[in-house]
């Protein structure tokens, strides 16, 4: 019938509707809501002049309002907005209670941003078509565009009750409970882990029934046009729902999980930037996590190679030719061991891995949560053919970022890969950052990362040249002024270094630093207290507690070292600098027989520790 045809695919639209035709997957109330619809069109017909009303479709001229309906729809195909509202509007004057008139003028007015004047639209709709799910679906939509996840919840739960298997729904009811869930975090709600729990089951639900979908295939009733487009819009309903679930997952900490669920989104949508920027931020969290937890055995490198293979993706999609990446590197050797990247205090543990600078507080966040969805139930969402997509300068400069997401991954790759390699990564990252400075010379993230570049090449003038430019733009600025400080140290210039280290908030690193000026130049008072501050801020710094053991033994208080290298071994009982100062401790206060077991531990944890090895034959011979 002409009607069912005109407004079914609108209204029921996507893989939400095509998935009524399969096997097992038959849904009698999605059938029967198309044939309610059907029999409101009919209902809703107004005589005409000559009398005639409700008269089947094959046997009755269109009414008026129908045909301003359809005349409508094209222009909504069209993007001829403004327009299709008139005709909607008109249709609406004629026959006041037409629902895909008051539908469509919905959609019209959420295209235009009217986003009130589409609620009110479609809450008609509602009023005369409740039995029809996509109403409440596509405003839904809206006050999730809005951030009203609550009123969003509420429809996306009426359109899962009249189509409980509708992946469409299924997809958007899980999204809006983990948005929900995600906005209680941050208020103190009560429920909020329920709603994010709730809603990854309902994300679930609907990933198995589109991979199910996708595994069967287009049913044979579906027209030649539904078929072609079915793989697609599978494969577009699986990356968002992927995508949404990755939110709940972060919000549980489950980063395995999130890592899945953003490389299945980005596999079905390679083009799709967000989930590109994601994912590369990702991997980068993760391969820093992993490098710095000591009881990860297994591979962790390939974490920072993806977050640049991914980052390459994003910036070439979104740039295209605007950028070169000069400096490609795909290191084919990686050490197993982290490696040091500063020099060490005489007598002292490794005072700069990028452990203790904490990496993971410089990693650029993305703080952008809402994902742009199209309109699947208008007819311009479904035309075919690859168009080229131009992205305005807006749509550029949120993704800058990415630019420094994937310089920081090469710094961070570069601690873990053979030397004659490094270099090469440190320069692809410079590069990187004097390509973001030419798009935006305020770009200070990309000045710090430069400058975190040069400093690892010890270029240390170029290095303090990028961090005191990125302070001249942002003053307050605290990962830029700890590593300034960090390279006043390494030059020399401790009284410098001292100042960047003097305002250091809740941070420890500053306080850590400052301890270590301060033992150099033998006032081991003043460094007890800066280390004191810098553990009373992270009361797991290990390092911190093996300097303060160390200014410990300067002071001759040999209890209190012992103590420190005893929070050290705790935690890290392969560190062998920790057990021979412990030994030196106990033999200070006479305890030969633990100065023995400690410097023998110290050899077992590195049987080439010369020190320890020495003093152990001195005592044994004491003995």
Not at 344 to 352: G, K, L, R, V
Not at 433 to 439: A, D, Y
Request: with cysteine; proline share 4%.
């Amino acid at each position: 019938m002409i009607l069912r045809k005109l407004y079914s695919s609108a209204l029921f639209g996507g893989v939400a509707i095509w998935l009524v035709g399969y096997g097992q997957l038959v849904i009698p109330t999605q059938v029967a809501a198309q044939d309610d619809l059907e029999a409101e069109l009919q209902a809703e017909a107004v005589p005409d002049d000559t009398g005639e009303t409700n008269a089947p479709e094959s046997e009755r001229p269109m009414q008026e309002f129908e045909q301003l309906t359809r005349q409508g729809v094209v222009l909504l195909s069209q993007g001829q907005f403004a327009s299709a509202v008139v005709l909607f509007s008109r249709a609406i004057e004629i026959n006041p209670r037409f629902v895909p008139a008051y539908f469509h003028r919905g959609q019209a007015f959420r295209k235009l941003e009217y986003f009130d004047l589409a609620l009110k639209s479609l809450s008609k709709a509602a009023v005369y078509g409740r039995q029809f799910p996509d109403i409440y679906s596509e405003r839904g939509e809206i006050h999730m565009e809005l951030n009203n996840y609550r009123e969003a919840l509420e429809d996306f739960e009426n359109a899962v009750e009249l189509a409980p298997t509708n992946t469409k729904y299924l997809k958007n009811y899980g999204t809006a409970l983990v948005k929900l869930g995600i906005q209680g975090r941050e208020i103190g709600s009560t429920d909020a882990l329920e709603n994010i729990t709730r809603g990854k089951s309902s994300l679930d639900h609907a990933i198995e029934l589109l991979e199910l979908a996708q595994k069967q295939g287009p049913h044979e009733s579906l027209t030649d046009q539904q078929k072609e487009q079915f793989v697609p819009q599978v494969q577009l309903e699986l990356a968002e729902a992927h995508f949404d679930r990755s939110l709940a997952q972060a919000e549980l900490s489950d980063a395995e999980a999130l890592l899945i669920d953003l490389q299945s989104a980005f596999q079905y949508k390679d083009d799709n930037v967000e989930y590109g920027r994601r994912l590369a931020f990702a991997n980068h969290e993760q391969g820093v996590r992993l490098a710095s937890d000591r009881s990860y055995s297994g591979e962790f490198v390939n974490h920072f190679e993806d977050a640049i293979k991914t980052s390459t993706v994003v910036i070439d999609t979104v740039f295209g030719n605007e950028t070169v990446d000069q400096n490609e590197t795909n290191p084919d050797a990686v050490q197993d061991s982290q490696e040091a990247v500063d020099e060490d205090i005489a007598d002292t543990p490794q005072d700069s891995q990028e452990a203790a600078d904490g990496d993971i507080a410089d990693t650029p966040q993305d703080s952008q949560e809402a994902v742009d969805e199209d309109i699947a139930d208008t007819p311009q969402d479904s035309q075919e053919g690859a168009v080229a997509v131009t992205y305005s300068e807006q749509e550029k400069e949120e993704n800058y970022g990415v630019f420094t997401l994937r310089a920081a991954a090469r710094i961070a790759l570069a601690s873990h890969v053979e030397s004659d390699k490094r270099n090469d990564l440190y320069q692809a990252a410079i590069d990187d950052c004097n390509t973001l400075l030419e798009l935006d010379p305020r770009q200070y993230t990309a000045m710090y990362y430069r400058g975190l570049a040069y400093r690892m090449m010890d270029d240390y003038p170029a290095a303090l040249d990028s961090f005191t430019s990125a302070l001249r733009i942002w003053p307050q600025y605290p990962d830029a002024r700890l590593r300034r400080g960090i390279v006043w140290f390494h030059v020399g210039e401790l009284s410098l270094a001292l100042k960047d280290f003097g305002d250091s908030g809740s941070d420890p690193r500053p306080r850590f630093w400052a301890g270590l000026i301060y033992q150099r130049q033998g006032e081991h008072r003043k460094a007890i207290r800066a280390y004191s501050d810098a553990i009373r801020a992270n009361p797991n710094y290990e390092l911190a507690y093996s300097n303060r053991g160390l200014s410990y033994l300067q002071t001759g208080e040999y209890e209190r070292a012992i103590n420190d290298f005893d929070e050290v071994v705790l935690r890290n009982p392969i560190d062998a600098d920790s057990f021979f100062h412990r030994g030196l401790a106990y033999e200070n206060l006479n305890q030969i027989f633990n100065a023995i077991n400690s410097l023998e531990s110290a050899i077992l944890a590195d049987p080439d520790h010369e020190p320890a090895n020495q003093r152990l034959q001195t005592l044994q011979t004491l003995r």
